[in-house]
């Protein structure tokens, strides 16, 4: 019994909890307005919840710029300024094709918005909006993101 237990653990169970988390990098995008700083959230384009732009590691691009790329292509986001140390982390499960889950940890890098573009590489397959901080943080499902947004 003390054998199978053991391979159990070794071969399930352990695995299980000790998998490694993939990384990805988001951009937190923020803008002044008239109402106060402003979030900007899209929507994915699997399920249409809402979301901040983010994406998996890049050969030769650290973080930072990994978080602004995305920006750029799912959001259509021009940068004023990229700050290069993260103001935070999230963990989600990603859903993968075949109904499986595969934890990831986010590295968040904020992006102060310049201005957005009319026509960018995923115009057209998400929806984007600007919100308040306490709104944008109603909308998102992941805890920890929530938690960020409600800090700003």
């Not at 695995?15 to 803008?31: D, E, I, K, M, T």
């Not at 799912?74 to 963990?91: C, I, Q, Y």
């Not at 992006?111 to 397959?125: F, M, N, R, S, W």
């Amino acid at each position: 019994m003390r054998k199978w237990l053991r391979n159990v653990w070794e071969e399930v169970a352990r695995p299980l909890f000790l998998r490694p988390q993939r990384v990805q990098f988001a951009a937190l995008c923020v803008r002044n307005s008239e109402r106060g700083e402003e979030v900007l959230l899209i929507t994915s384009r699997d399920t249409g919840r809402w979301i901040i732009p983010k994406g998996w590691p890049m050969d030769n691009t650290d973080g930072a710029e990994t978080a602004r790329l995305e920006a750029w292509e799912e959001a259509g986001v021009h940068a004023d300024h990229l700050n290069r140390k993260p103001v935070g982390f999230f963990t989600y499960d990603k859903m993968l094709d075949d109904g499986s889950a595969m934890p990831v940890r986010t590295s968040v890098f904020r992006i102060d918005v310049k201005e957005l573009a009319d026509t960018y590489p995923e115009v057209g397959q998400r929806e984007r909006h600007w919100f308040l901080p306490k709104d944008a943080a109603k909308q998102v499902r992941e805890p920890e993101l929530r938690d960020l947004l409600l800090q700003m």
